[in-house]
Structures are given as structure tokens and as C-alpha cells.
């Protein structure tokens, strides 16, 4: 179940820099904050939940679905 926990946060995370780069990105140039800066981390997160997974599956934490249909 915490795996579950950390996976749905570290999604969440994400999802909040998305739309974070989206609002930097409609807003006028003058602004400090630029929208790489937000989709490095969103590029961050998303690669800490796939390391995240695989090491949950290699260690038997998570079964993976042996059949997919």
C-alpha cells in the first residue's frame, strides 16, 4: 500500500508542474520563472516513478500482471 502511496504522489507532483509550466507559459515573457525549469522537474519526477516501479518489481514489492488481456 505505500508503494501505491509514494506512486500517486510522485504522480501528483507531476501533474502540478505540468500545469504549472502551462501557466508560466501563458503569461507574459517578464515573468522570472521560465517553463524549463518546470518541465525538468516534471521530466525528474517521471523518471523517479519508472526507477521507483522497477525496483519495487525486482524486489517482489509489486507483481507485475502476468497476463494482459
Known sequence: MLVKIVIFILLMVMLFNLFKAMVVMTKPAKTKQK????I???VLFS???LVFIF???ATGIIDPNPRPY
Open 40 to 42: 525538468g522537474r516534471r
Open 35 to 38: 517553463m524549463s525549469h518546470f
Open 47 to 49: 523518471s523517479l516513478v
Open 55 to 57: 525496483i519495487a518489481i
